[in-house]
T-cell receptor, first 115, second 112 residues
Framework: AQSVTQLGSHVSVSEGALVLLRCNYSSSVPPYLFWYVQYPNQGLQLLLKYTSAATLVKGINGFEAEFKKSETSFHLTKPSAHMSDAAEYFC?????????????FGTGTSLTVIP | AAGVIQSPRHLIKEKRETATLKCYPIPRHDTVYWYQQGPGQDPQFLIS?????QSDKGSIPDRFSAQQFSDYHSELNMSSLELGDSALYFC???WGQGGEQYFGPGTRLTVT
């Protein structure tokens, strides 16, 4: 069975500070992992994805995430927060065609950036 | 590049009414997924279709049904609407069942 745990439903950082959003997963097969960002009243926008290639994945808007199999983690980071980063962030796991490719989402982390 | 199209973007219905949500996948994508995101909740998988056949089923209520048509677009039919059905409904599409999913902008359904 697949599941995703996002630690911290709300994270606040100062503008220019490091952003760290945590995601741990469980999967019975090598997973595909994703981070999505959702702005108020908008859809899901893909930030980055891990699909068994490089373990350090770079995404859009300066975000990156590192897949650590030993820790079953896929934490999202950004060196310097910008006001425009304030949004809801979802981590998702999929096992691909093995189990129908449906996504399992974490409960989300709301990021607040303090000026 | 063409993206996933969902219509309508907003829909207001009363309790016990029916609603139909449409999803047009990216051209050449043959797989469609439906998700429901309640207020303050994470998206929950409802159902998926591959090559016009249902491929997987999640937490979709019996009052809901869906299908994928010959042109690969999909429709989610919702009957006997309840207040709790108010949510953002996402459609995603992929090429093949293991392909990367691309999400549409969602349809916001409000049941009053």
């Amino acid at each position: 069975a697949q599941s995703v745990t996002q630690l911290g439903s709300h994270v606040s950082v100062s503008e220019g500070a490091l952003v760290l959003l945590r995601c741990n997963y469980s999967s019975s097969v090598p997973p595909y992992l994703f981070w999505y960002v959702q702005y108020p009243n908008q859809g899901l926008q893909l930030l980055l994805k891990y699909t068994s290639a490089a373990t350090l994945v770079k995404g859009i808007n300066g975000f990156e995430a590192e897949f650590k199999k030993s820790e079953t983690s896929f934490h999202l980071t950004k060196p310097s927060a910008h006001m425009s980063d304030a949004a809801e962030y979802f981590c998702a796991v999929s096992e691909g065609a093995v189990t129908g490719n449906q996504f399992y989402f974490g409960t989300g982390t709301s990021l607040t950036v303090i000026p | 590049a063409a993206g996933v199209i969902q219509s309508p973007r907003h829909l207001i219905k009363e309790k016990r009414e029916t609603a139909t949500l449409k999803c047009y996948p990216i051209p050449r994508h043959d797989t469609v997924y439906w998700y429901q995101q309640g207020p303050g909740q994470d998206p929950q998988f409802l159902i998926s279709f591959y090559e016009k056949m249902q491929s997987d089923k999640g937490s979709i209520p019996d009052r809901f049904s869906a299908q994928q048509f010959s042109d690969y677009h999909s429709e989610l039919n919702m009957s006997s609407l309840e207040l709790g059905d108010s949510a953002l409904y996402f459609c995603a599409s992929s090429w093949g069942q293991g392909g990367e999913q691309y999400f549409g902008p969602g349809t916001r359904l409000t049941v009053t």
